[in-house]
């Protein structure tokens, strides 16, 4: 019979520290929290110090049970969730609830915590037990109960003022705000004309770009030249002075290095993870906690390959820095080993300095090493953990750089290069960035050798256009970075932020950018233009601030939440009564109605936002937003409905133009405004129609039969008339993964044959 009972949240974690522990030991799992606020109204109380009312989470009740039931053979037990405020939370509802079911009675109850889940630091942990800490508790129930309170009660308002099934979040409706904000700033963008004048130059058979840095003594800045005349003169000027020759004036040369950037932390490994894999932030979070919790890795078992992915802090423990710079003195030779420790300081000052950087728990366990236990995705969020750590410890990357300047009449053109004489930490990582644009001096190439004095001939000079453009939308790892920035949140929780918002479909992915929709852009009018306080930024980063000092013991809980209850349900009670649905889903704009002379505004619809008249129902005036009178749509000529026999006509919703019936709404007929591709391959499910590649209402391509709605067979991948040859059944699908590259599989799920293709070449 075990001694002591440990516990843990998931059964791969307790699968992975059993093995570490012995048989004194049983390792269970709670799978997660095992219980939250009761799901109604009055679950926090603001007018009993916020009581809070919890309830068994009913999925894991039999968990519990099991838990109970094996506590009472034994000794003691150890709560052993993650080592933060959530984690810290779950032991402590683990402790009340086995209280109330008088599981404890004269049990030793004791908190252990660990950072990797290694044999050494499970040990330490069994070693240095301490009390489950009230001060992390409470924290995270006043972030829970604010939460609640923003939840349930902003929630029902945005049913009333704007649609059923909305729902506000208190800091999901921030980073909203920053996204429509952008969006905002990108509509209102103008768009400035401006031009460079390049001279194209010969030396040594190699044909060097030069720019245009000064004209008759004026340094050309960005809007020097604005069109295409000003910029013709100058090339004009230029051509005729130069006799085809320019001289080399100056050359100037330096030693440029570059240090290598810090271990990873959650925002940081969420924001490369983007970059360089493709994965959101909700994806890399999955992936980590896998191989934070244990992989099986042959010999050695089950073990944790990474320390714990929630953290803020950029520091290495002293071993692991030594142990990485061993490695990299083996691996790539003691010369790119610095000779003292590169030191990363955490820039928040709420970081926990006690955790440690995301890294390898044992830097010797290469990622090629142990690839074949990995699948596709772990290993390569593994592979980018090792390099960043090895990186971090590695010598800084040395570059020389050039400018040479060239003078042609009375005017400077410059050309700018760069060699890398060491590359450092760079022969192992390089951090990307978000919609960084190279400048001249950052551009890489080797010039050839020139000489002050050195005449150098000209093949050409011409000038180029450009023109200014907006700010990009933001993409996964550019928003994780603006969260953090704006104190939006915790690292911990941007992947849940950015997951509710997709979920809530307020706002949709455009080539894996976010842009709010139309829903995402009222809701962010109601609660900036009614809630303004509770969506501002710097509002929102003094409250993560007061429960970082609920955390670290420094204020106590019940006054934070007084401090924001009172003004915020004043605000929910005043606009409940005063501001009506029309002050919400209505904008007004300066436009007046061609029917009535009344004044129009953009209001929200079952299918977006349209323009609509303020005098509606008496005047029924509307057209779309990019300017289509809806009442006036293109006629399809020379068709008409198949269901009623009413003319078609092209109208406009909320995923685009398509055809539908002139006697809408009493036929609701509509289909693609693009014909669909036909693949020519046979149905075979009805074996009449054909399979047509078509686009879905989200722009998601998918096939399906052409009898639809009498044969509803779809599939997501293209499909080929080949047998499988596993089932027979009559078709096969082509799957393009980044993982797998092309495979060909069988539609039929029970089947499961799959076939990996030869890799095409370019």
């Known amino acids: 019979m075990s001694k002591y009972l440990v516990i843990v949240e998931s059964p791969a974690k307790a699968k992975t520290i059993k093995k570490y522990l012995g048989k004194d030991y049983e390792v269970m799992a709670s799978y997660g929290h095992v219980r939250d606020l009761v799901p109604k109204e009055g679950a926090v109380d603001p007018n009993n110090d916020f009581q809070m009312k919890y309830q068994l989470i009913e999925k894991n009740e039999k968990h519990v049970d099991a838990i109970r039931k094996a506590l009472a053979k034994c000794d003691g037990l150890y709560l052993a969730p993650d080592p933060d405020r959530e984690g810290e939370a779950i032991a402590w509802h683990i402790e009340q609830i086995l209280k109330e079911k008088k599981g404890l009675k004269d049990k030793k109850v004791e908190r252990i915590a660990f950072h990797q889940i290694t044999k050494k630091a499970i040990q330490d942990a069994i070693a240095h037990p301490r009390k489950i800490?009230?001060?992390?508790?409470?924290?995270?129930?006043?972030?829970?109960?604010?939460?609640?309170?923003?939840?349930?009660?902003?929630?029902?308002?945005?049913?009333?003022?704007?649609?059923?099934?909305?729902?506000?979040?208190?800091?999901?409706?921030?980073?909203?705000?920053?996204?429509?904000?952008?969006?905002?700033?990108?509509e209102k963008f103008l768009s400035q004309e401006y031009w460079t004048i390049h001279a194209k130059l010969s030396e040594k058979e190699s044909m060097i770009q030069t720019r245009l840095t000064h004209f008759k003594d004026e340094k050309i800045e960005q809007f020097t030249i604005q069109d295409s005349k000003t910029a013709n003169q100058i090339c004009d000027h230029l051509i005729s002075k130069s006799n085809g020759k320019c001289v080399v004036s100056k050359i100037t040369k330096k030693e440029r290095k570059r240090n290598p950037a810090a271990p990873f932390t959650t925002s940081?490994?969420?924001?490369?993870?983007?970059?360089?894999?493709?994965?959101?932030?909700?994806?890399?979070?999955?992936?980590?906690?896998?191989?934070?919790?244990?992989?099986d890795i042959g010999e050695e078992g089950s073990i944790g390959l990474i320390t714990y992915m929630r953290t803020d802090s950029v520091t290495l423990a002293q071993e692991a820095v030594t142990e990485i710079r061993e490695a990299i003195a083996a691996r790539f030779g003691k010369e790119f080993v610095p000779s003292e420790p590169q030191i990363y300081k955490t820039k928040s000052k709420n970081a926990q300095e006690a955790h440690e950087a995301v890294r390898p728990t044992a830097v010797t366990r290469h990622p090629s090493d142990i690839k074949s236990f990995l699948t596709p995705e772990q290993f390569k969020l593994y592979d980018l953990i090792w390099k960043r750590s090895v990186a971090s410890q590695m010598i800084e990357a040395t570059m020389h750089t050039v400018a040479v300047d060239f003078e042609i009449a009375d005017s400077i053109f410059r050309a700018n290069g760069s060699v890398i004489v060491n590359p450092g930490f760079i022969s192992v990582y390089q951090e990307d960035y978000d919609d960084k644009k190279i400048s001249d001096e950052e551009a890489e190439g080797v010039l050839p050798a020139f000489e002050e004095g050195q005449i150098v001939p000209i093949e050409s000079i011409v000038g180029e256009q450009h023109f200014t453009e907006p700010p990009p939308r933001f993409g996964e790892a550019s928003l994780v970075k603006a969260l953090e920035?704006?104190?939006?949140?915790?690292?911990?929780?941007?992947?849940?932020?950015?997951?509710?918002?997709?979920?809530?479909?307020?706002?949709?992915?455009?080539?894996?950018?976010?842009?709010?929709?139309?829903?995402?852009?009222?809701?962010?009018?109601?609660?900036?233009?009614?809630?303004t306080q509770y969506v501002d930024y710097d509002f929102t980063a003094k409250l993560e601030n007061e429960l970082d000092s609920i955390a670290n013991g420094e204020v106590a809980w019940i006054p934070i939440l007084k401090e924001f209850w009172s003004p915020f349900s004043e605000r929910v009670e005043d606009v409940k009564k005063n501001v009506q649905r029309s002050d919400v889903t209505q904008e007004k704009i300066e436009e007046l109605c061609p029917k009535c002379k009344k004044q129009l505004s953009i209001r929200l619809g079952k299918r977006g936002r349209f323009i609509g008249c303020t005098a509606y129902p008496e005047c029924d005036y509307t057209r779309n937003l990019a300017g289509d009178d809806q009442k006036d749509q293109e006629i399809i000529e020379g068709r008409v409905c198949s269901d009623c026999g009413s003319t078609l006509v092209v109208r406009y919703g909320k995923y685009g133009k398509f055809i539908g019936c002139s006697n809408y709404p009493k036929c609701k007929f509509i289909e693609p405004l693009e014909k669909p591709e036909d693949t020519k391959v046979a149905c075979p499910k009805c074996h009449q129609g054909h399979i047509l590649k078509r686009k879905s209402r989200r722009g998601k391509i998918f096939y399906s039969c052409s009898r639809y709605p009498d044969c509803d067979y779809a599939l997501w991948n293209p499909p080929i008339a080949e047998a499988c040859p596993e089932c027979h059944w009559p078709i096969m699908m082509i799957k393009t993964t980044k993982a797998k590259g092309e495979e060909k599989i069988c539609p039929q799920k029970a089947c499961g044959y799959t076939e990996l293709l030869p890799h095409k070449e370019n």
Do not use: C, H
Request: proline share 4%; no cysteine.
């Open 133 to 186: 800490s009230m001060d992390l508790v409470n924290a995270q129930q006043a972030r829970r109960a604010l939460d609640y309170l923003v939840g349930f009660n902003l929630s029902p308002l945005l049913w009333r003022k704007v649609r059923p099934g909305l729902s506000a979040g208190r800091v999901q409706s921030p980073a909203l705000r920053l996204i429509v904000e952008r969006e905002l700033e990108i």
């Open 485 to 531: 920035e704006f104190g939006i949140g915790r690292p911990s929780t941007y992947a849940s932020i950015i997951a509710t918002l997709k979920n809530r479909e307020y706002v949709d992915m455009d080539q894996k950018r976010f842009k709010p929709t139309d829903v995402g852009r009222v809701v962010n009018y109601f609660l900036t233009t009614y809630f």
């Open 268 to 295: 940081t490994l969420q924001q490369e993870a983007a970059r360089k894999l493709g994965f959101s932030a909700q994806r890399t979070m999955q992936i980590a906690q896998q191989l934070y919790e244990g992989i």
